[in-house]
């Protein structure tokens, strides 16, 4: 099992920064990839942008250019720096980790909301 726990959502206006945690804890050995993904009200949720073992990411074409995912050593944190942001980014914002490279993640945190304000 993984535990994922999200924290440095908040309220910002539009154009500012943001930064978003993510701390890892239980067998994150078997993680191979961690991501963040966002649900705005009365939206599916969607993926912003992923990160393997490897350090290879990958992001949504809304957040290219903006967002940036990057992880310490070993899986302990993951985060997500957000510049430039949206109102259109205003969402709750989820981490999410996986044992495998693609499919469904397996492990998912509680979330931390993000409002973007014009």
């Avoid at 993510?22 to 994150?28: E, K, L, M, P, Y």
């Avoid at 961690?34 to 705005?40: D, F, P």
């Avoid at 996986?98 to 469904?104: E, K, L, M, Q, T």
Wanted: with cysteine; charged share 15%.
């Amino acid at each position: 099992q993984v535990q994922l726990v999200e924290s440095g959502g908040g309220l910002v206006q539009a154009g500012g920064s943001l930064r978003l945690s993510c701390a890892a804890s239980g067998s994150i050995s078997i993680i191979s990839r961690m991501g963040w993904y966002r649900q705005a009200p009365g939206k599916q949720r969607d993926l912003v942008a992923t990160i393997t073992s490897s350090g290879r990411t990958n992001y949504a074409d809304s957040v290219k250019g903006r967002f940036t995912i990057s992880r310490d050593n070993g899986w302990n944190t993951v985060y997500l720096q957000m510049n430039s942001l949206k109102p259109e980014d205003t969402a709750v914002y989820y981490c999410a980790a996986d044992r495998h490279f693609i499919g469904p993640m397996d492990y998912w945190g509680q979330g931390t909301p993000v409002t973007v304000s014009s």
